[in-house]
């Protein structure tokens, strides 16, 4: 899988979008872009996938380059429960057992 | 309720012994994975499992033994336990959906495991 790479941590004020960046130049042409989360103490949680357009379901929007090396996740609204840190994967989707490679991801926190 | 559960969620333990941490699922999902998270670190993969009786080794295998002689049961067992396994331990599921659509992974709680 790909490496990724993300900031530390960012701040974003409350009510406001948040858009967490993320490289992953050496992604190959059959790897997705995953994001999860992971509130303190609590499982990761899935959030939004691509693999090459643009996506966006409840929870945020994904952005992905036209060269794909690298994506934006935005969450439009950020909320004082979106504090948590999120994490940018890349993978191959051409079998479920394919595991998810955690790196540092970024942690965000969201201030009132 | 349905969902990914996992027990005990706290456990302490001493070195040497043996310890089982439990995952049950209730959507029949055929993947089942089981991560570790060390203070500060992302997840690293143990062990994952394709189906019943079928399991594999993922990245930090040394230690543990897993099992799956139900789909929607993987229990994880350190035979004896030494300190670098005091972690947080999360269990996870998946399902293939054919189509090339993708099969995102559900988490469980978590078990936090310390062993003295």
């Known amino acids: 899988d790909a490496k990724t790479t993300q900031p530390t941590s960012m701040d974003c004020a409350e009510g406001r979008a948040a858009n967490l960046p993320c490289n992953h130049s050496?992604?190959?042409?059959?790897?997705?872009v995953y994001w999860y989360r992971q509130i303190h103490s609590q499982g990761p949680q899935y959030i939004i996938h691509?693999?090459?357009n643009n996506e966006t379901n409840e929870m945020a929007s994904l952005i992905i380059t036209e060269d794909r090396k690298s994506s934006t996740l935005i969450l439009p609204h950020a909320t004082l429960r979106d504090t948590a840190v999120y994490y940018c994967?890349?993978?191959?989707?051409?079998?479920?057992?394919?595991?998810?490679?955690f790196g540092g991801g970024t942690r965000l926190m969201v201030k009132p | 309720d349905a969902g990914i559960t996992q027990s005990p969620r706290y456990k302490i333990t001493e070195t040497g012994r043996q310890v089982t941490l439990m995952c049950h699922q209730t959507?029949?999902?055929?993947?089942m994975f089981w991560y570790r998270q060390d203070l500060g670190h992302g997840l690293r993969l143990i062990y994952y499992?394709?189906?019943?009786?079928?399991?594999d080794k993922g990245e930090v295998p040394d230690g543990y033994v897993v099992s799956r002689s139900k789909t929607e049961n993987f229990p994880l067992t350190l035979e004896s336990a030494t300190r670098s396994q005091t972690s947080v331990y999360f269990c996870?599921?998946?399902?293939?959906?054919?189509?090339?659509?993708?099969?995102?992974?559900?988490f469980g709680p978590g078990t936090r495991l310390t062993v003295t």
């Open positions: 959507w029949s999902h055929s993947y």
């Open positions: 499992s394709a189906a019943a009786d079928i399991t």
């Open positions: 996870a599921s998946s399902e293939w959906r054919g189509g090339g659509h993708s099969y995102e992974q559900y």
């Open positions: 050496t992604i190959s042409g059959n790897e997705y």
């Open positions: 994967i890349v993978r191959a989707n051409n079998n479920a057992g394919n595991m998810l490679t």
């Open positions: 691509g693999l090459k």
